[in-house]
């Protein structure tokens, strides 16, 4: 075991106090802002960056799911990592690097190198959120874990309330090179205050074993399976030798690597884990709930850019509000963590998430402003009470050696699921509006009579007439793509009604305190 020179302080360090405790937890959380701001900034700017760039808005999407699927691999190996390096170190040197890949994504030239930076960007930026998280859970006294969680979340719900609006702006003003380059002066500021304040507080180092075989395993599966679900329209589906090829590939990766990882002395992810109920269940409820409203957040401002005519900075003024009830709840939900049942208050939000989709799913293409503003405002209650309470349930219980592995694997689980939930959802919106559009074309003929009048009201030379189909096909497309929304709305108001009855698998929260006094600390 290697230590510090000189006497190395005693670990688990004492909780920090006053302005130190209060500078600890702003210069942790400014890192999981930047972090967090990098999603919600680029999801407005896709089409432009698209189209500057010449590739459809669905291949611009890459930028996003790219960066969430390299960074949802790296996070498994934030424990292995920690215990490497230390903590404290391993959290600057990923804010450093997170940094200079941002600035190098807004020097990308064209779509490949941009991907191929944010997938350089999301694997160093993975170690980031677990480790702001064990370090702040530290800082604070084990009774403040809860309140502590809460401080850590406002700053990550600030981050998609001023995203998307600075995120527009800067794309309408500016350049979208520039969403990348205001990462440098904060990365800057988060990782020098980070390692000020925290260079004495360094865990002890041990020499692991690198479980090669395992990670090699989960960047095959994990790697395919995106390119499974980010290609295979464009590719027709199992249609495609390459589908099926990469599609069986990431089956049997999978299934390897559940085995191997569950057998190895050392494994890159600690499936054991898993064997905790309280774990397994608030982790598959964060997951699917993550990725369905991740896959939202994603949708609602192509669909806003492409087929309603906004701008991307009134995009990003109408998905921006999302935030805003989520930083008043958070603070109260913190507080009270421990004197209610986490159960409660993911009912609460998952109930809230239904709402707000069955709102949406009764859009229809002649909706202002204010009534898609609405369920993005009410949307925000929800996520106060969805995030706290179920990482709390999560990480109770855990021995503090592990809390850098179950936070990382938590969150790889989260982060992984919002890249899948983006994929899925941004091509079940194609292909059910491309069923829709069928639909419609069929009620256009010519006993259609407001196509007829549209028709006959031309002028009669053909160019003319080709306008106006050209025109009502517009008009179907945009039809089609708004009930394709409304049934993607629909669907994801019913899973989170369903992912309801999974929050009540675990076990109460006065039970688990009860139980076990070694809560996460």
């Known amino acids: 075991m290697r230590q510090s020179p000189s006497t190395p302080p005693p670990y688990p360090p004492p909780p920090l106090q006053g302005w130190r405790l209060i500078a600890g937890t702003i210069a942790l959380s400014t890192a999981t802002f930047m972090n967090v701001l990098d999603v919600s900034i680029a999801n407005v700017s896709i089409p432009a960056i698209a189209g500057d760039l010449g590739v459809s808005p669905n291949q611009g999407t890459w930028v996003i799911t790219s960066f969430a699927v390299a960074n949802g691999i790296s996070l498994p190996l934030t424990g292995w990592l920690a215990q490497r390096i230390g903590p404290v170190r391993l959290f600057v040197i990923s804010v450093l690097l997170f940094t200079l890949v941002s600035w190098l994504c807004g020097l990308a030239p064209n779509i490949q190198s941009l991907i191929a930076m944010r997938i350089l960007q999301g694997a160093v930026a993975g170690p980031m959120i677990p480790l702001s998280q064990t370090l702040l859970l530290g800082s604070y006294r084990r009774e403040s874990s809860g309140l502590a969680l809460a401080m850590w979340s406002i700053t990550s719900l600030v981050a998609p309330v001023v995203g998307p609006v600075l995120g527009g702006w800067i794309t309408d003003n500016i350049h979208w090179a520039w969403i990348f380059y205001i990462n440098i002066p904060v990365g800057l500021f988060a990782a020098s205050a980070s390692w000020w304040l925290y260079r004495t507080r360094e865990a002890p180092t041990r020499k692991l074993p690198v479980d090669l075989v395992g990670l090699c395993l989960l960047v095959l599966w994990i790697g395919c399976f995106q390119i499974v679900l980010d290609k295979g ?289």
């Open 233 to 521: 329209k464009e590719l027709d589906w199992f249609e495609s030798p390459t589908i099926i090829l990469l599609a069986v590939t990431a089956a049997v990766g999978f299934c390897f690597f559940l085995i191997w990882e569950l057998t190895d002395e050392h494994p890159i992810v600690d499936l054991r884990l898993f064997a905790r109920r309280n774990f397994w269940a608030a982790t598959l409820t964060i997951s699917v709930g993550y990725g369905a409203f991740f896959g939202n957040l994603v949708l609602v401002p192509l669909w806003l850019q492409q087929y309603m005519g906004y701008t991307p900075t009134l995009a990003g003024i109408v998905t921006a509000p999302v935030g805003i009830l989520a930083i008043i709840i958070s603070p109260w939900v913190g507080k009270n963590i421990t004197r209610y049942d986490a159960r409660w208050f993911a009912t609460f939000g998952f109930a809230t998430f239904a709402v707000v989709l069955w709102m949406r799913s009764r859009f229809n293409t002649e909706a202002d402003f204010m009534t898609i503003v609405w369920p993005t405002v009410l949307q925000g209650a929800a996520i106060g009470t969805f995030f706290i309470p179920l990482f709390n349930l999560a990480l109770q219980g855990i021995p503090p050696e592990k809390i850098s592995s179950a936070s990382g694997l938590l969150n790889f689980m989260r982060i992984t699921a919002g890249a899948f939930g983006a994929s899925v959802i941004t091509t079940m919106w194609d292909n059910r509006a491309a069923a829709h559009h069928v639909h419609l074309v069929e009620q256009i003929d010519g006993t259609n009579r407001a196509a007829s009048s549209f028709l006959t009201a031309l002028p009669h030379p053909a160019w003319a007439e080709a306008q106006g189909l050209a025109q009502i096909n517009r008009l179907i497309n945009q039809q089609a793509y708004m009930l394709s929304a409304n049934d993607i709305f629909a669907a994801c108001a019913l899973l989170f009604i369903a992912l309801i009855g999974v929050v009540w698998l675990a076990r109460p929260e006065r039970m688990v305190a009860s139980a076990d006094t070694g809560g996460a600390h």
